[in-house]
């Protein structure tokens, strides 16, 4: 894909962003310092990280990733609720010319490892509370490297990194990764309804035509001030390609809701939208 919306002058620019690390460079370019992501703070305050912000970290999770194995073509798998570095981890991932595999953390064991055999994943990025199914998922399936654990968390076993206190003892040089359009960057799994889930691989030129038709059908809607919600889990069809990732084609702020300790509720999510101006 060479054309990207320019949500500035209403019109499309020829750019040449075949990639989803490609776009994310063209879009911190564009955007610099405006804010991008949206995240619940102390109570009534919502705080802001900028297209450039959630690029230096991205290059800072995809080094760690980088040094602990993962290379390009890899899958990684994903247990985590939505999260700001669950997030910005996928494009440190995508840097790497991987692909990003988000599970349904809820699922049961025997439905994970199927999503995990059948998906080749070598990797798996998780929340604090997946680690212990993280752990099962990976003395089940000896094709799953290292676990990579988003929280900071204390004598973690061989083989576990935390991504949250993770350091670059020495400089690191990311190789320069050729990645085509037509390598996968998403693999997405239905919901299992009748048989197993069913793994969908989405190439980057799948996932920028599919952002560019999403753009159309909004065309106009959106001003340098909008901010969208997000509200679907990253594992669903629309979670991270329609909301996470489509904000970014935009240049749009994308708010992460204040959720409690179990399922999200309706009025949870008008809270958060109040809040955050969303």
């Known amino acids: 894909l ?19 690390p490609d776009l994310l460079e063209m879009q911190v370019e564009r955007y610099g310092e405006r804010a991008y992501l949206a995240v ?13 912000e959630v690029d230096k ?17 890899d899958r990684v798998g994903y247990l985590s609720p939505n999260r700001p570095d669950f997030g910005i981890s996928t494009y440190g ?6 692909a ?30 997946f680690l212990e199914s993280a752990r099962t998922l ?3 399936n000896p094709n799953i490297r290292k676990i990579f654990v ?33 390598d996968v960057a998403l693999i997405l799994y239905t919901s299992g309804t009748t048989k197993l889930p069913k793994g969908a691989p989405l190439t980057h030129k799948n996932l920028l035509f599919n952002m560019e038709a999403s753009r159309l059908a909004w065309e106009n809607s959106f001003t340098d001030e909008e901010m969208t919600l997000g509200w679907l889990p990253f594992f669903h069809v629309m979670g991270l390609p329609h909301e996470f990732w489509k904000n970014l084609y935009v240049g749009v702020r994308y708010a992460f809701p204040r959720l409690k300790p179990g399922p999200p509720t309706p009025d949870q999510l008008i809270a958060s939208l109040r809040e955050s101006g969303a």
């Open 150 to 182: 988003l929280d900071n968390i204390p004598n973690l076993n061989e083989g576990e990194i935390s991504l949250a206190t993770w350091k670059e003892e020495t400089p690191i040089a990311l190789p320069k990764v050729e990645i085509s359009p037509d």
């Open 138 to 140: 990976k003395a089940k």
């Open 2 to 20: 060479e054309v990207v919306y320019n949500r500035e002058t209403g019109e499309s620019l020829t750019l040449k962003a075949r990639t989803l």
């Open 100 to 129: 990003v595999v988000p599970m349904a953390f809820s699922a049961p064991q025997d439905v994970l490892k199927h999503m995990v055999s059948n998906s080749d994943t070598a990797f798996l990025v998780v929340a604090a509370p």
């Open 93 to 98: 991932v995508l840097k790497l010319g991987g």
């Open 40 to 52: 619940p703070a102390e109570p009534g305050r919502y705080r802001e990280t900028s297209f450039r």
């Open 57 to 73: 970290e991205s290059e800072r999770i995809a080094k760690a990733l980088y040094t602990h194995g993962v290379r390009q073509k």
